[in-house]
């Protein structure tokens, strides 16, 4: 069987439920190898267990990336264990909703300390790597909610417009070294995203919105990811927002 991604090394940050998962199943069935990041342990054994099932290869690395020595610790043990890092794919992320009157600051925190500071640290250690390689590829997964503003969602829609802002600088500053920049706009997905939301009603509200719709996939963003690492080397595909069809706004 041929694959599109043999011989790459793939970087998944949050690569423990949802997406990240589903992600990292996608690329290694497409010949990568895997480097597994999150925290929960437990469960990227889990997902490790998977890929060599399917006679694919990957390494664990517990990880909490909201701290940079973390960050650069995950990135440099891939290299050490693979010899190169050509997809970096940031995906850790959490979405904490709620009005800003009476917000939980904690809540703020969290949320620009793993949407926006992790997604720097682990790009930051990245890109030497690439730049030395001569390549490499860097998807981060922004949202729906770093294109369209919503009431109630102040903080998480920065967080995503940030990382739409940092992707295009990137791309702009990376592109002569043959690095390529995806910045990746998921509607809403059926995963755990939403369940560690901190006010009572703002979830109960998600939760019930989600479920009145035939909600994506994790795998249907795996297979977004997919399509943008796949691309012959001159194709740099910058943004894809997907949204489920029965998703407004
Ligand atoms: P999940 O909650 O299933 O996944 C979040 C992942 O982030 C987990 O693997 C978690 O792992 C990891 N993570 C959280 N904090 C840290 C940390 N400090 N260090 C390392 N890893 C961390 O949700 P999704 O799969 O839905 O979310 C993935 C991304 O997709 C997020 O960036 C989210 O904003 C984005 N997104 C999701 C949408 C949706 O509707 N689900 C829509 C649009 C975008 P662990 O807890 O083990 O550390």
């Given at each position: 069987m041929t694959t599109k991604l043999g011989g790459k090394v793939a970087l998944i940050t949050g690569a423990s439920s949802g997406i990240g998962e589903a992600t990292a199943l996608a690329l290694s069935a497409e010949g990568a190898d895997i480097s597994l990041v999150a925290r929960r342990t437990h469960r990227l054994e889990s997902v490790a267990q998977t890929i060599s099932a399917n006679k694919g290869k990957s390494l664990t690395i517990a990880a909490d990336i909201t701290d940079p020595k973390e960050a650069m610790r995950a990135v440099n043990e891939t290299k050490e264990h693979f010899g190169r890092l050509d997809i970096l794919v940031n995906n850790a992320g959490i979405m904490l909703l709620g009005p800003i009157d009476g917000a939980n600051i904690e809540d703020w925190q969290r949320m620009v300390n793993i949407n926006i500071m992790g997604l720097m640290y682990c790009t930051h250690a990245a890109l030497p790597i690439m730049k030395q390689q001569g390549e490499g590829h860097i998807i981060n997964m922004s949202s729906v909610a770093g294109r369209i503003i919503t009431g109630g969602s102040a903080v998480y829609n920065a967080t995503k417009w940030y990382v739409n802002?940092?992707?295009?600088?990137?791309?702009?500053?990376?592109?002569?070294?043959?690095?390529?920049?995806?910045?990746?706009?998921?509607?809403?997905?059926?995963?755990?995203?939403?369940?560690?939301?901190?006010?009572?009603?703002?979830?109960?509200?998600?939760?019930?919105?989600?479920?009145s719709m035939r909600a994506l996939t994790a795998k249907d963003i795996a297979d977004t990811v997919v399509f943008a690492a796949t691309q012959p080397p001159h194709v740099s595909i910058n943004e894809i927002l997907v949204r489920p069809t029965d998703q407004s706004l």
């Open positions: 802002t940092f992707s295009e600088a990137l791309r702009q500053e990376v592109y002569q070294d043959k690095i390529r920049v995806t910045s990746i706009e998921p509607g809403a997905v059926a995963t755990e995203l939403t369940d560690h939301i901190t006010v009572p009603e703002v979830k109960d509200r998600i939760k019930k919105w989600i479920g």
